[in-house]
């Protein structure tokens, strides 16, 4: 069975508690859990910048390189939301854009990805953002009204907890069950005075179970479209954005946005 197309990041769906992956290429969407136990492959075929559709080489986030120091969709404010000022009205590289983005209600929240960590993200998104960071476990603390104000929170609990996903951690660590309430108790005289009223009232502590037949102990290779040009594997489970192959090695299908791929699967189970 084959199928091609521009790789974006694959798109989930929480089924109580199961995560089901779905993967679109050009007209077909590919529910990836039926994929495993089965060997797939995939193809280099060439780039698309998923900004400017130009078949430049991918810089970074699915972006050529010109996009990605250019484009809205890739300001600094993204990945350091305390620097966001559409709430000031001053522009970045779009202000109507920003806006649009910025000024919405945002989530910040405690996970659990094998460590654990504090993180921001619209609120829309939920609970994608835990999935895609491959969290067990999560928990919302704080609503703001803005991005600004969520990274001032993040900023300050950064300092006492990590706000970063270890991926090879997420991959191989059991998935151990912490009492993300009493991490919140202990965190709670950190935040700041100016966040403190977006507080949420319930706090519930939110399970996620990811598909995968067999856990792996060790990463032993991390592949790349740029270096292999042709991956293949039998697929053994699916966890954030990470596919996970037989052979203890993953690939980061969010590191391989903008890549054009065939993808050839064996209709067998192996």
């Known amino acids: 069975m084959l199928y091609s197309g521009i790789l974006k990041k694959m798109s989930t769906r929480l089924n ?3 995560v ?7 007209n077909d969407l590919i529910h990836l859990n039926q994929l495993i136990h089965k060997k797939i492959r995939l193809e280099l075929q060439g780039y698309q910048c998923l900004n400017c559709d130009s078949d430049e080489t991918i810089f970074a986030q699915g972006f050529c390189k010109k996009c990605f120091f250019e484009s809205p969709k890739a300001g ?6 305390e620097l966001s000022k559409a709430h000031l009205g001053e522009e970045d590289r779009d202000l109507e854009f920003e806006k649009r983005m910025q000024l919405q209600p945002h989530i910040v929240y405690l996970s659990n990805t094998g460590t ?4 921001i993200t619209r609120k829309k998104q ?3 953002r835990w999935i895609d960071q491959g969290a067990h476990q999560a928990m919302a603390i704080l609503e703001t009204p803005n991005r600004y104000l969520a990274g001032v929170a993040e900023v300050a609990l950064k300092k006492h907890i990590s706000d970063r996903t270890n991926w090879r951690t997420m991959l191989t660590t059991s998935e151990n069950k912490e009492d993300l309430g009493e991490v919140f108790n202990s965190l709670q005289g ?3 005075e100016e966040v403190k009223k977006c507080l949420i009232s319930e706090m519930n502590n939110v399970p996620i179970d990811f598909p995968y037949a067999t856990k792996i102990e060790k990463v032993l290779k991390s592949y790349s479209l740029k270096k292999d040009t042709n991956i293949e594997g039998v697929l053994i489970g699916i966890k954030g954005q990470y596919l996970i192959f037989k052979d203890s090695a993953v690939m980061n299908i969010r590191n391989h ?9 064996k209709t067998l189970s192996i």
């Open 16 to 18: 109580a508690t199961e």
């Open 20 to 26: 089901n992956y779905y993967l679109e290429l050009e």
């Open 76 to 81: 600094e404010w993204i990945m350091k939301p």
């Open 116 to 119: 654990l960590k504090v993180g």
């Open 126 to 128: 939920l609970p994608t």
């Open 190 to 192: 950190y935040i700041p």
């Open 257 to 265: 946005e903008g890549f054009r791929v065939g993808l050839n699967v």
